[in-house]
């Protein structure tokens, strides 16, 4: 199954991702994931997206299809996976569209995962998420165990730089005007799904496998893990 978790930054998708993973047994893909790693190893890709990471804005279409298209391509995507922050324009939508035409393959599901504003900044101002495997926690709601420790695989767990205060404007500026319009564009093709992620991640992670139920291929349904 081939799903696209879109919502606004701070929405909640890799929590919703991150379960759905495993429930389904394939990869989250994450193009932010990706560019958090290589400015951790310092790689030229790394450099060249922190400025706009730093930003608030989006890294350069060119540069983020083609990690996309590489990643797809690997033996883990075979049975299919789930893009997080993938496609964010409708320029991403449509080189998706071209990429999965090429393989001879579609999305199945579109979760549109929604928070209101108010809550996203309230979320996104006591979010702390580890630099190694990515799993995010909140000061207020799921702290670490051992403070700065990831509970999962022991990383090192600190606030991202890009939920300063300032950056979470601009990234919200950025998502409605380049990336909400993706809600409309994905409704009209039948396989948008939106749950409303005010609750708890449990919840949210309920209300996600709901909806892929719901979509899966008639093949599918009988998935034993759902
Ligand atoms: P995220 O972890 O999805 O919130 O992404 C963090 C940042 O990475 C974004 O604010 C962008 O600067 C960059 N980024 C992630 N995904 C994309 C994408 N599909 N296109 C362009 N930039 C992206």
């Not at 540069?63 to 964010?88: H, N």
């Not at 909140?138 to 022991?154: V, Y």
Request: hydrophobic share 35%.
């Amino acid at each position: 199954m081939r799903i696209i978790l879109l919502g606004a930054p701070g929405a909640g998708k890799g929590s919703v991702g991150r379960p759905l993973s495993s429930q389904l047994e394939i990869p989250v893909i994450s193009t932010g994931d990706i560019f958090r790693s290589n400015i951790s190893g310092r790689t030229k890709l790394g450099l060249t997206a922190k400025g706009y990471m730093d930003r608030g804005e989006l890294v350069p279409d060119g540069l983020t299809v083609s990690i996309v298209e590489d990643r797809i391509a690997q033996s883990d995507c075979a049975k299919g996976f789930i893009l997080d922050g993938f496609p964010r324009n409708t320029f991403q939508a449509s080189e998706l569209d071209r990429i999965l035409e090429k393989a001879n393959l579609k999305i199945d599901l579109v979760l549109n995962v929604h928070l209101s504003d108010e809550r996203i900044i309230q979320r996104l101002s006591s979010r702390m998420v580890c630099s190694s495997c990515g799993e995010s926690y909140n000061r207020m709601s799921k702290d670490t165990s051992m403070p700065g420790i990831c509970d999962l695989c022991g990383g090192r767990v600190s606030v991202r730089e890009d939920d300063a205060p300032e950056t979470v404007r601009k990234r919200l500026e950025t998502y409605y005007l380049q990336t909400m319009p993706l809600i409309d564009f994905y409704r009209e093709r039948g396989i948008l799904s939106t749950i409303d992620n005010d609750c708890t991640i449990e919840e949210g992670s309920k209300r996600a496998l709901e909806a892929v139920r719901n979509a899966l291929p008639d093949h599918m349904s009988g998935h034993g893990r759902l």
